[in-house]
């Protein structure tokens, strides 16, 4: 610690009342004190230890003494009227120690707390597990308690802000790769794995691609937080088919190797039951007609295998969605066999809303659920790598909830088979609102929920992220342990979802810039502000360095040798 | 030493305005600028330079407590305990606080009169000439005054010393003028007052000779912002009667020059424009360092009823 640091920045002031959970403190002349600055003070009471006091700053304020009013500032400046420029700190107590919960007395000097005391004032000491979290305003690590993340005591993490300049995925990427690469998952690192949906633009593509505009500064950054900067080591990028292509070629447009096209047998969809997560609308469940989806999905159920996914149904061969669709058509308005389709007691009303519907989801889905493209097992989303990505951004919301839901499931399904919470697997969720929206069930809030709220013991973890937490189902939001907002719109910041922000820390939401987020972790009791380094893989195609690897060695390898 | 503390309000026996202590009685000679025929309203000409830089000088007094001092001769006296501060604003583009200083003491016509020390404040015991209120008082004014002067004479040089209220017992400040809001007129020759009423803002009257119990030169001058009556924003400047009737003009002029600048508005200062900006926030900033009364009233409290 050097002497500047030890240098008292300001007293305590007693014009205002100083509590244990909060008070002013008067900046000395020359010296300044910014919001998120970390302060620390110490006070000995009669017969005891001296306790040491640790804050923040969460407002600054100047003001004139020997002004009465406010046009006195022109005679001030005017140089008519004598006045002090007086600057005062209000700071929010994050610790004490040990646990004498006494104000701090006026007149007591502050000082900036560096180093050991920073640590202590952010309780980093006590952290054995530490996930790199950002860079707080004085350049310094901010860590986040890896116990709160990986489910020994909390799990999840919840990301809320405006779309565009909020950086959300960004950060939540930043995170994983935190995860990843700073040794803080010990040796489990290369087991555990994350699940990334990318739900916009071809952003999440390039995880595995360096980022070629990382400017050294913003490299130093990494080193700072105990990174090396780079991209993702192992990434595997699923798309959807190509509407209409019968070879199933992925349909992106940035990348062209590298990328796998997914989709569902027919096989998988009628025996695995995926058929209520064509149902997903929020309001679905209010409906009469998921009864008969419930029903067909168990006559869907027995249907016989067929090679390349197909399945044979009571006697027809079906190969494509739309023939699947057809034929459940057919059956649930068939006088003889309606009775076991749809069920007993079925109004014909009811049977047609469930028949509009699943017509509706042949044009969005038929791309995903087929049997006439051989091998299909190839194009099985396999967590094989370390990050598997799921492109869905050129999908229909229908479609979106489908593959969501379906993905998320098996995945789950796979966890509880192995009945291991560890190697821990990483769910990062865009667009939360979409799938586990506030009002409603549906089959994918259902699996979130379960996510929320078992992940813990089954070893998956949340990621979540979405524009406005007060349209996310609230369980969802309530079991993150880790919370972070990026820019909000001030009337969302207004609202009770976001009470674990004081005050002003709400008005700063409204203006924090891309890169800078506002982070509240269980055992920092107030918020701290953290930026981000830039990432150091690419987000976008012409961010993406030349790939280092990938190009076989023989361009021209499995061709027929003259 | 033993001394009780008077129960009634310390504020209660009221002050007396040094101002109104000047004896009526004096001797004006208006020939010494202009001969009485030629007496006008005088604007600063042209060529008069604004000081760069400028102090005022003010003290405030506040009377924390009446005791009565019991003397080893076993007469019992009345004295006072006072909070007093003197203070410099220096104008030189900015207006800051240039020194400011606090002081309490026992004025007590009781030869053997001790310090007073109470937990918050000491008590500095000081002689007066008498028993009676206007006495003790008059001591406490006194001492105030010779604080003005201690804190003029250590400030740095200016231009242009402005100290509010009379100039008597400061007349030894090399350039400094007295700078007094209150009038009595009734002394004064008639062109005088036909003269102050002429003014327009910013001019003064010629420069004439007072002589009562002390002498000095003095002028009129009238601010702007007043309207209403003859009166109405006039204040009176005062100079040492060792400077010459050339330099005691010269001083007025600068004064008329400079003094409307710091004159205050009537929504921000009950006794504007003579109440000047820079002496209204010193009064203010001295007045807060005087500390709590009730507090110092407290502790005196305390002491004499432990001793």
């Known amino acids: ?29 020359g010296e300044y004190l910014q919001l998120d600055d970390v302060v620390a003070l110490s006070r000995r009471p009669p017969g005891q230890e001296p306790v040491s006091i640790y804050g923040v700053v969460t407002q600054v304020r100047a003001r004139h003494e ?15 009227l004598p006045a002090e420029v007086a600057e005062a700190a209000r700071v929010t107590t994050t610790r004490f120690e040990p646990e004498v919960f006494l104000p701090p007395l006026p007149g007591t000097e502050v000082r900036r707390a560096a180093d050991k005391e920073r640590d202590e ?13 950002g860079l707080t305003r004085d350049g310094a690590p901010l860590w986040v308690n890896l116990e709160f993340v990986d489910g020994t005591r909390g799990a999840h993490v919840n990301i809320s802000g405006i779309s565009g300049v909020a950086t959300k995925t960004t950060y939540a990427t930043f995170l994983l790769y935190g995860l990843f690469t700073s040794g803080v998952l010990g040796r489990e690192a290369h087991n555990a794995k994350a699940l990334v949906f990318n739900v916009k633009g071809e952003d999440l593509l390039f995880l595995d691609r360096e980022n070629a505009l990382l400017t050294d500064a913003e490299r130093e950054r990494y080193r700072r937080l105990g990174l090396a900067p780079g991209a993702f080591g192992s990434v595997a990028v699923y798309a959807p088919p190509r509407a209409g292509d019968p070879a199933a070629t992925a349909d992106v447009a940035s990348r062209a190797e590298g990328v796998t096209s997914f989709f569902w047998t027919i096989e ?40 390349q996914g197909g399945v044979s149904i009571e006697g027809a061969e079906v190969r494509t969605f739309r023939g699947l669709v057809d034929l459940i058509e057919a059956k649930v308005q068939d006088e003889d066999d309606a009775y076991v389709w749809a069920g007993r007691a079925i109004s014909p009303g009811t049977v047609n809303a469930f028949v509009r519907r699943l017509h509706g989801a042949v044009r969005h889905l038929e791309r995903l659920i087929r049997a006439d493209v051989p091998n299909p097992e190839r194009h099985r989303v396999a967590l094989e790598r370390q990050v598997t990505v799921v492109d869905l951004h050129n999908l229909n919301d229908r479609a979106k909830r489908f593959v969501v839901g379906v993905v998320i499931r098996k995945a789950l399904d796979e966890k509880e088979r192995s009945g291991q919470a560890r190697p821990l697997l990483f ?26 709220e078992r992940g813990r013991s089954l070893g998956v973890i949340l990621i979540g992220a979405q524009q406005t937490a007060s349209e996310v189902e609230r369980r969802i939001v309530a079991n993150s342990a880790v919370r972070v907002v990026g820019r909000l719109d001030a009337a969302e910041s207004g609202r009770e979802e976001y009470g674990f922000l004081p005050g002003t820390l709400r008005q700063r939401a409204t203006i924090i810039k891309p890169g800078t987020m506002l982070l509240s972790q269980p055992e920092i009791p107030v918020p701290i502000v953290v930026e981000f380094p830039f990432p150091g893989w690419a987000t976008r195609p012409a961010e993406a360095a030349a790939p280092t690897e990938g190009l076989p060695e023989d361009p021209f390898e499995g061709f027929p040798k003259p | 030493m033993r001394f009780a503390v008077e129960a009634w309000a310390p504020d209660y026996g009221a002050p007396i305005e040094s101002e109104t202590l000047e004896p009526s009685g004096a001797a004006v000679d208006v ?13 600063p000409p042209d060529k008069t330079v604004p000081p760069s830089r ?7 007094r506040r009377i924390d407590a009446g005791v009565w001092i019991h003397s080893a001769d076993g007469v019992v006296r ?39 020390e109470t937990p918050r404040a000491a008590y500095q015991p000081r002689a007066a000439q008498g028993e009676s209120a206007e006495s003790l008082s008059l001591a406490l004014q006194r001492r105030m005054g010779e604080l003005e002067v201690q804190i003029a004479l250590g400030c740095e040089p200016a231009d242009l010393i402005v100290v509010d209220g009379p100039l008597r017992g400061r007349q030894n400040v090399p350039g400094a003028i007295g700078y007094v809001k209150t009038h009595q007129v009734s002394y004064l020759p008639p062109v005088v007052s036909d003269v102050v009423a002429e003014l327009a803002e910013g001019e003064r009257t010629p420069v004439f000779f007072m002589t009562s119990s002390w002498s000095r030169f003095s002028w009129y001058l009238r601010l702007p912002g007043a309207s209403g009556h003859p009166w109405a924003g006039v204040v009176r400047c005062e100079a040492g009667a060792d400077l010459d009737p050339r330099g005691a003009a010269a001083l007025a002029d600068v004064s008329a020059l400079v003094l409307p600048r710091f004159a205050s508005r009537a929504h921000k200062d009950p006794r504007a424009p003579q109440n000047l900006y820079p002496i209204a926030g010193l009064e203010r900033e001295l007045r807060r360092r005087l500390g709590d009364p009730a507090l110092l009233y407290r502790a005196l409290r305390g002491v004499a009823h432990g001793g």
């Open chain 1, 427 to 452: 769910l990062l969720v865009d667009e939360l609102n979409k799938y586990a929206p506030r009002d409603g069930s549906s089959p994918i809030k259902e699996i979130l929920l379960d996510v929320a």
């Open chain 2, 54 to 60: 400028i102090l005022f000088i003010d003290g405030v």
């Open chain 1, 1 to 29: 610690m050097t002497e500047e640091d030890q240098r008292p920045v300001g007293r305590v002031i007693g014009t205002e009342d100083a509590t244990p959970l909060e008070f002013w403190v008067a900046v000395s002349p």
């Open chain 1, 121 to 133: 004032a952010l309780f980093f000491d006590g952290m054995s597990k530490r996930l790199p979290a």
């Open chain 2, 78 to 116: 009345p004295g006072i305990c006072a909070s007093f501060a003197a203070g410099a604003v220096r104008c030189d583009g900015r207006a800051s606080l240039a020194d400011a200083r606090v002081e309490r003491g026992l004025f007590c016509a009781a030869p053997d009169a001790e310090r007073i």
């Open chain 1, 268 to 307: 998988e969809f009628c025996l695995e039951e995926l058929l209520p997560f064509l149902f997903a609308d929020a309001e679905d469940d209010r409906q009469q007609y998921t009864m008969v989806v419930h029903n067909v999905a168990a006559r869907l159920k027995r249907a016989t295998p067929l090679p």
């Open chain 1, 66 to 80: 020997g002004a009465r009013f406010d046009s006195d500032v022109f005679l001030i400046e005017d140089g008519v």
């Open chain 2, 31 to 43: 020939s010494r600028e202009v001969p009485a025929e030629r007496w006008s309203a005088r604007r």
